[in-house]
Structures are given as C-alpha cells and as structure tokens.
C-alpha cells in the first residue's frame, strides 16, 4: 500500500520539473485562492516540493492533461521501462512521449483509444487517468471496492478502476454521493487541480497524508531529469501538478 502510495504521489512530482532553474514554487499560487477546495492539497504538496505551477505564481488549476502527459507521468512515476520495439500505435511513432507510452503499454497500464490508434494529443478522460493509477495499484495487490451505482455511467471497462479510486477515497470535491449514487463525470477531461486531489488520500480518520517522502521526491526528481531530453516540448514538463 505505502509502496503505491509513493509512486502515484511521484507522477506529480514528475510534471513539476520546471524547464529553466527559476521555478514557479517560489511564489504564491494567485489562480488558486484560500477558498479553493483544493488550496490545501496543492498548498500541502508544494511545501513538499511534489508540485510547481505552469508559469511563475500561476498553477493553472483548471488546465487538462493530455493522454501522452498522463502516459509519461506514469511510465516514469512507477519506472517503467521501455522494452524497445515497434510502437504499438502508429499514430506515436514519431511522438515525443513514444517511449513512455510503450513502457506503460508494455506494463498493461494504457491501452490504445482503438486497437490502432493511442491519441496522444487528446484529453485524457477522468475514466482513463483514474484506470491507469487503478490498474498499477491493481497490481501492487490492492483489492477494488464493490460495484457502485453510477448517476453518470462509466464506460465498462472502467468500472472497476473508479470504483477501487472512490473506496480507497482517492478523490476531493470533483466527486458526489446523493444517497448512494455516485458521480464521477468520467467522460471529463482531468484537470491538474482534480489530479492532485486524486494523488493525496485521505487516512480513515479523514486527514490527509502526505504521500511521499522528501528523499523519495528527490530521487525521482533526479531519474526524471536523466530521462529529459533536449528535443521534448517544455510545456510537457511541467503541466501537471
């Protein structure tokens, strides 16, 4: 459990890797006021140095994440690796994010949009980012939560992985109960706000935990700047978290 706890917290740390030495952690968050009901999750996960904003003192908390970006945060967050190959999708061949969609492919973590095509440049959907933590959490040995009722229906396959997310209480005010019917929006796109919230549980006794240790940050903060190159976009660093 803490061992999956850790990896999912370092996805965001991952994307807060800013693109110059003179980050964005050094100023105040001006798009995210006090009365946010995210305020304390970023607040708490910037103090850790986990989370850094897209320009100096803006986190742009209502910005989406693409499938590519989601597909890199977590091939590097669980460090996964690519194990060459064809690309399994033509449409990644020549995309920046191709082995990190590989590795997390290879791993049975992404799937492709058709058998054919991965859509790298979409939105990735609430469903999708929240299956793919679901089903490395899956294999680390945790056990989904039981069926649920759903206001706004998920696609099939992503049933279970929702449901595991809402019983192990891996999300924040994005997601509702109306006497025992849940909405989780999953045909959504995720935004950066809703993903932190997603990365930080809650204990039993209704307190956050930090989810990841400084020297955990700070290892994989070094692994990520080995896997950087000069030829991947900048605004593919930092735009998550």
């Given amino acids: 459990m803490r061992k999956f706890l850790i990896a999912a917290a370092a996805m965001i740390a991952l994307a ?29 996960l910037k103090t850790l140095g986990v989370v850094d904003g897209i320009a100096e003192g803006i986190y742009g908390p209502k910005q989406t994440l693409t499938r590519a970006q989601f597909a890199k ?18 449409d990644i061949r020549v995309h920046w994010a191709a082995a990190y969609i590989r590795a997390a492919y290879q791993a049975g973590i992404v799937n492709g949009t058709s058998d054919t095509t991965f859509s ?10 929240s299956v793919m933590i679901w089903r490395y959490a899956k294999k680390q040995g945790l056990a989904p939560g039981g069926a649920l009722n759903f206001s706004d229906k998920p696609d099939t396959w992503a049933a279970e992985g929702i449901s595991g997310i809402i019983a192990h209480g891996w999300y924040g005010p994005d997601v509702t109960q109306d006497s025992g019917v849940w909405s989780y929006r999953p045909q959504d796109a995720m935004t950066r706000e809703e993903a932190v919230r997603l990365n930080q549980p809650v204990d039993e006794r ?7 240790a400084a020297g955990t940050v700070s290892r994989t903060l070094r692994s990520a700047r080995q896997l950087q190159t000069d030829d991947e976009p900048c605004e593919y660093v930092h735009h998550y978290g």
């Fill in 16 to 44: 807060s890797l800013p693109c110059t030495g003179i980050g964005a952690a050094t100023a105040d968050f001006k798009d995210v006021p006090v009365t946010s009901p995210y305020f304390d999750y970023i607040h708490d």
């Fill in 73 to 90: 945060f977590v091939s590097i967050a669980f460090q996964l690796k690519d194990q060459g190959g064809p690309a399994p999708f033509p």
């Fill in 120 to 129: 790298p440049n979409k939105p990735v959907k609430r469903e999708e980012a």
């Fill in 206 to 212: 209704g307190s956050r935990q930090p989810v990841i």
